[in-house]
C-alpha cells in the first residue's frame, strides 16, 4: 500500500505541477468551472419560485441533492474524466502497452494517471450549497447523519468510478467511446434533481439501471436524516457489487487486448 500512497503522490504532484505551467489559465479555468456549478442551481429558483415543495422536496432540502450532484461533478471533471480520456486515447494509439509494461497495477495508474485540480474547485461551491440549504432550513445536521452522509458519499464515488471504468473497458473493443462519455454525462445531469421527482420507468432507470438516486439522493437524504439502515446497507452492497463486476470486466478487457506491437 505505501508503495501504491507513492506512486499516486508523484502523478498528483505531477498533474499539479503540469497544470500550473499557466497561472494564468490555471486561475480562468478554476473561475470558470465554479460559475458553471453555480448555474446548476437556477433551475431549482425558477421551479421553487413558483411553488413551495416538489415531489415531497422544500428549496433547502432540495439544494442539498445538488450540494452532492456539484461534488460528484467535481469528482468526475477533475480526476475520473482526465485520466480515462488519457486511457482511451493510449488504446487508440497503441501506448497503452507502456503502462502494462509498469510493475504496478495497471487499473490503479490509468485511474491516477492525469487530475485537473482547477476542476476540484467545484468542492468549494458545494460547500456552500450545503450552507446555504441548511440555512434555509434553519438547523444543522447531527454528527450520525453527517457521517452517513459521508459514507454514502465514499459509496457514489465508487459507484460513479466502477461505471467509468466499464465505459473505459469498451475501448478494447471499441474504436472510439467519446459518444458514449458524452451521453453519460447528459444523464448524470439528471443527478442534480431528487429521484422522487422522476415517475415510471424513469424511476426504476435512474435508481436500478444507472443509480443517480444512490449517488445524489440517498446521501442527501442521509444528511438530512431521512435516510434507513436498509437503504445504506442496500447502497453499499450495489457499490461493492458494481466495483467488483467492472474490476472482472477490465481484468477480461486487458487479456484480451492487442498491443500495438503483436
Not at 468526475?76 to 497503441?94: F, T, W
Not at 432550513?137 to 461505471?163: C, E, I, K, N
Not at 472510439?176 to 415517475?199: H, I, M, Q
Amino acid at each position: 500500500m505505501r508503495a501504491y500512497a507513492t506512486v499516486f503522490l508523484h502523478q498528483l504532484r505531477a498533474s499539479f505541477a503540469l497544470a500550473v505551467q499557466y497561472r494564468a489559465d490555471f486561475v480562468t479555468e478554476g473561475l470558470v468551472e465554479v460559475l458553471w456549478s453555480v448555474t446548476a442551481i437556477v433551475p431549482l429558483f425558477v421551479v421553487y419560485g413558483e411553488r413551495t415543495s416538489v415531489a415531497g422536496w422544500s428549496f433547502g432540502e432540495a439544494l442539498m441533492v445538488t450540494g452532492f450532484f456539484t461534488l460528484l461533478q467535481a469528482v468526475l471533471e477533475g480526476a475520473i474524466n482526465p485520466s480515462m480520456a488519457l486511457v482511451v486515447e493510449q488504446i487508440r494509439k497503441g501506448t497503452f502497452d507502456f503502462v502494462l509494461l509498469k510493475p504496478k497495477d495497471a487499473q490503479f495508474l490509468v485511474s491516477t494517471a492525469r487530475i485537473l485540480p482547477w476542476r476540484s474547485l467545484n468542492v468549494l461551491t458545494a460547500l456552500g450549497l450545503f450552507g446555504y440549504g441548511f440555512a434555509r432550513l434553519g438547523r444543522l445536521p447531527g454528527a450520525l447523519d453527517l457521517a452517513a452522509a459521508l459514507g454514502l458519499f465514499v459509496v457514489s464515488v465508487t459507484l460513479l468510478y466502477a461505471l467509468w471504468i466499464l465505459s473505459v473497458s469498451l475501448a478494447f473493443h471499441v474504436v472510439k467511446v467519446d459518444n458514449l462519455t458524452y451521453a453519460f454525462g447528459a444523464v448524470f445531469d439528471a443527478a442534480r434533481w431528487p429521484s422522487s421527482v422522476f415517475r415510471g420507468i424513469a424511476h426504476v432507470v435512474f435508481t436500478f439501471v444507472v443509480p443517480l438516486a444512490v449517488m445524489t439522493t440517498f446521501p442527501a437524504e442521509a444528511l438530512l436524516g431521512r435516510t434507513t439502515p436498509g437503504k445504506i446497507a442496500g447502497a453499499v452492497f450495489a457499490a461493492g457489487a458494481a466495483f467488483v463486476v467492472s474490476r472482472t470486466v477490465w481484468t477480461r478487457a486487458i487479456a484480451r487486448y492487442t498491443s500495438a506491437s503483436s
